[in-house]
């Protein structure tokens, strides 16, 4: 994402990550990952339910998927940190457009699974390609 | 302001996982400085929300 970030900001696009989890932790990732963009502190999970975001279940949270992306990082030699805190609860991306309406809803089932940057790239292009 | 803390959960059982073309929720969230932000801070450009699943 963060490689895409020129061709986002190009196009107007604002990017606000959202976590569940709160204080030490929040402030921790941020500084540590970098992270370009305000880290939105859900605690009560009001949006991620908004958003349909709940549980997974215990088959997708140990399923393929799963393993695939430990082993996805194993190869390029980053070992898996041991998870912590909710590891249930589900993520997601959600697009929304300059008049307040959602573009692109995305429920993730897995820890990979997210909307290419690309197919957000053009639902914006061609969002201004129409008006 | 604040969603039913049932809506996503009715969401789903009444089978509308995809909100596109939909109202954003809106929301008043503090980030990690403690800054708030509210949706309507951010109308007049796209906004890209990515939820985490955790950070641990």
Same mark, same amino acid.
Request: hydrophobic share 40%.
């Given at each position: 994402?963060?490689?895409?970030?020129?061709f986002?900001?190009?196009?107007?696009?604002?990017?606000?990550?959202?976590?569940?989890e709160?204080?030490f932790?929040?402030?921790?990732?941020a500084?540590?990952?970098?992270?370009?963009?305000p880290?939105?502190?859900?605690?009560?999970?009001?949006l991620y339910?908004?958003y349909?975001?709940?549980k997974?279940s215990?088959?997708?949270l140990v399923?393929p998927?799963t393993?695939?992306?430990?082993?996805?990082?194993?190869?390029?030699?980053?070992?898996p940190?041991?998870?912590?805190?909710?590891?249930s609860?589900?993520?997601?991306?959600v697009?929304?457009?300059p008049?307040?309406v959602?573009?692109?809803?995305h429920i993730g089932?897995?820890?990979a699974?997210?909307?290419a940057?690309k197919?957000i790239?053009e639902t914006?292009?061609?969002?201004?390609?129409?008006? | 302001?604040?969603?039913?803390i049932?809506?996503g959960?009715?969401?789903i059982?009444? #089978?509308?996982?995809d909100?596109? #073309?939909?109202?954003?929720?809106?929301?008043?969230l503090?980030?990690s400085? #403690?800054r708030?932000?509210?949706?309507?801070?951010?109308l007049g450009?796209?906004l890209?929300m990515v939820?985490?699943?955790?950070? #641990?």
């Open positions: 994402m963060q490689e895409q970030e020129k986002l900001e190009e196009l107007n696009v604002q990017i606000a990550v959202v976590t569940f709160a204080g932790l929040a402030r921790a990732y500084e540590d990952a970098g992270l370009k963009w880290l939105l502190v859900d605690e009560d999970r009001f339910h908004g349909g975001m709940l997974a215990f088959l997708e399923g998927a393993w695939w992306v430990y082993l996805k990082e194993i190869l390029w030699g980053k070992w940190k041991k998870a912590s805190g909710d590891v609860q589900r993520g997601g991306d697009l929304i457009d008049d307040g959602v573009r692109l809803h089932r897995s820890p699974d997210r909307p940057v197919s790239l914006v292009q061609g969002s201004a390609r129409k008006s | 302001m604040r969603p039913d049932s809506t959960a009715m969401n059982m009444l #089978g509308a996982f909100l596109t #073309g939909k109202p954003a929720v809106d929301f008043v503090k980030d400085q #403690g708030e932000h509210r949706l309507q801070d951010y450009r796209w890209l939820f985490h699943r955790h950070l #641990g």
